[in-house]
């Protein structure tokens, strides 16, 4: 069983937003003491765009600052906040750990920005 479900994602133009969920598929979403939200745009290597703490700091990629948002109830559910979406926001989206050894990682939700 994939331990954590990424949903959300869509085709959305310039200039919009989405919201995606991650949903732990048993147990509390905080497995650690920090989840993240992580994109993979084709041909290029994952990268992390948001993290989220236990305590509730926050840190984003310098790209998406301003406009995204992450969150949780702390309970099942990460959550990204992405507004004024560009191209190149373009990416299949995952939440996981944030440490050496996260997760196994699961299919994530595709988000694709284009008009």
């Known amino acids: 069983q994939v331990p954590l479900v990424e949903s959300g994602g869509g085709l959305v133009q310039p200039g919009g937003s989405l919201v995606l969920s991650c949903t732990a598929a048993?147990?509390?979403?905080?497995?650690?003491?920090?989840m993240g939200w992580f994109r993979q745009a084709p041909g290029k290597q994952r990268e992390w765009v948001a993290i989220?703490?236990?305590?509730?700091?926050t840190n984003y990629v310098e790209s998406v600052k301003g406009r995204f948002t992450i969150s949780s109830d702390y309970s099942k559910t990460l959550y990204l906040q992405m507004n004024n979406l560009n191209p190149d926001d373009t990416a299949v989206y995952h939440c996981n750990e944030v440490s050496d050894q996260p997760l196994p990682w699961g299919q994530g939700t595709q988000v694709t920005v284009s008009s």
């Open positions: 048993s147990g509390t979403i905080f497995s650690s003491d920090a």
């Open positions: 989220l703490t236990s305590g509730g700091s």
